[in-house]
T-cell receptor, first 112, second 116 residues
């Protein structure tokens, strides 16, 4: 069975631009979470969605937004990119919100 | 903030057991201990989790002290491919209401280097 998939693998943007990252969960999983991992740190929680509703939000500015679609895939949007947004963005899926999360390979975002 | 404390780095000889400690002195009665690892620039990989009894699977063993304030992840025969950052996380029990929040709070983890 396919695991969590994310696209694109790598992305380069300039300051001020907007970016959309995509995630497809494991088949049957209804919850998706997003994490940001900057170099040298552990992943930091951004959002969790379950059945298309936001179930949790980390300490991130309003420039970060997300949504979940009827097929349970998800998008993470970041507006007005800053240099500090350069990071590995990880998506994790789980059956339900508190079930075991399984992570995708991540999207490496570089902001110049 | 993370509710766990781990040493920043450890070395282990290939073929020997790797014992990774974790302190979680403020763990609540309904919280489990989870271990994930992250091989360079990949997504974190689930290893094992437990509540209070020792657990073993095909990847590792988890030993939790009786007072549940600390635990040890054991990789019985470390290989070079086990070189990674290992994260110890305390979190609510898996399952429950589907809409429950279950985000993971990561610390900096332990960088395990397995050497030939």
């Amino acid at each position: 069975d396919a695991g969590v998939t994310q696209s694109p693998t790598h992305l380069i943007k300039t300051r001020g631009q907007q970016v959309t990252l995509r995630c497809s969960p494991i088949s049957g999983h209804k919850s998706v979470s997003w994490y940001q991992q900057v170099l040298g740190q552990g992943p930091q929680f951004i959002f969790q969605y379950y059945e298309k509703e936001e179930r949790g939000r980390g300490n991130f500015p309003d420039r970060f937004s997300a949504r979940q679609f009827p097929n349970y895939s998800s998008e993470l949007n970041v507006n007005a990119l800053l240099l500090g947004d350069s990071a590995l963005y990880l998506c994790a899926s789980s059956l339900g919100g508190a079930d075991l999360p399984f992570f995708g390979p991540g999207t490496r975002l570089t902001v110049l | 903030d993370a509710k766990t404390t781990q040493p920043p780095s450890m070395d282990c000889a290939e073929g020997r057991a790797a014992n990774l400690p974790c302190n979680h002195s403020t763990i609540s009665g309904n919280e489990y201990v989870y271990w994930y690892r992250q091989i360079h620039s990949q997504g974190p990989q689930y290893i094992i989790h437990g509540l209070k009894n020792n657990e073993t699977n095909e990847m590792a063993s988890l030993i939790i002290t009786e007072d549940r304030k600390s635990s040890t992840l054991i990789l019985p025969h470390a290989t070079l491919r086990d070189t990674a950052v290992y994260y110890c996380i305390v979190r609510v029990a898996p399952g429950g209401y589907g809409g429950s929040q279950g985000n993971l709070i990561f610390g900096k983890g332990t960088k395990l280097s397995v050497k030939p």
